[in-house]
């Protein structure tokens, strides 16, 4: 099991430069979980992709389909005072703390591009490319 952060479901879910890294990391351990405000974001990202027209309409509705698919069940809701504790211990946003309190709870490594998390968190992130290998 580990956790992945949005930037490594987009990469999943979303045609792009790193999209081989992410399937490679998807093969070597398919049993990603996340936070419930993964959704949120990747609604974010979409919406980015809508108005830029990299995506259709029903390109973006597929992508959400196929993701929440995914974590339907891996989702977990994480206690304020663990994203806190990270928060207190870093400059990351509450967002990104969010993630790592969850790698925390669970014992496991958080899997991210987020060049600030990997610099402050090193101990519990692992870049997808790393992890990929």
Same mark, same amino acid.
């Given at each position: 099991?580990? @956790?992945?952060?949005?930037n490594t479901i987009a990469y999943?879910?979303?045609?792009?430069?790193?999209?081989?890294? &992410?399937?490679?990391?998807?093969?070597? /351990?398919?049993?990603?979980?996340? #936070? @419930? *405000?993964? !959704?949120?974001?990747?609604?974010?990202? *979409?919406?980015?992709?809508?108005?830029?027209? $990299?995506? #259709?309409?029903?390109?973006?509705?597929?992508?959400?389909?196929? &993701?929440?698919?995914?974590?339907?069940? !891996?989702?977990?809701?994480?206690?304020?005072? $663990?994203?806190? /504790?990270?928060?207190?211990?870093?400059?990351?946003s509450a967002y990104d703390c969010?993630?790592?309190? *969850?790698? !925390?709870?669970?014992?496991? !490594?958080? @899997? #991210?591009? /987020?060049?600030?998390? *990997? /610099?402050?968190?090193?101990?519990?992130?692992?870049?997808?490319?790393?992890?990929?290998?």
């Open positions: 099991m580990i @956790v992945v952060d949005v999943f879910w979303i045609p792009g430069e790193m999209s081989k890294l &992410a399937e490679r990391a998807f093969e070597k /351990d398919p049993d990603w979980v996340t #936070t @419930v *405000l993964w !959704k949120s974001e990747f609604r974010n990202i *979409l919406t980015g992709y809508l108005r830029r027209n $990299q995506l #259709t309409k029903t390109q973006v509705m597929k992508c959400l389909d196929n &993701a929440e698919s995914q974590f339907d069940g !891996k989702e977990y809701v994480i206690p304020s005072y $663990q994203v806190i /504790d990270a928060v207190s211990q870093s400059t990351c969010e993630y790592v309190a *969850l790698a !925390k709870d669970l014992k496991v !490594k958080l @899997v #991210t591009s /987020d060049k600030q998390i *990997l /610099d402050q968190f090193p101990k519990r992130a692992v870049s997808l490319r790393a992890f990929a290998k």
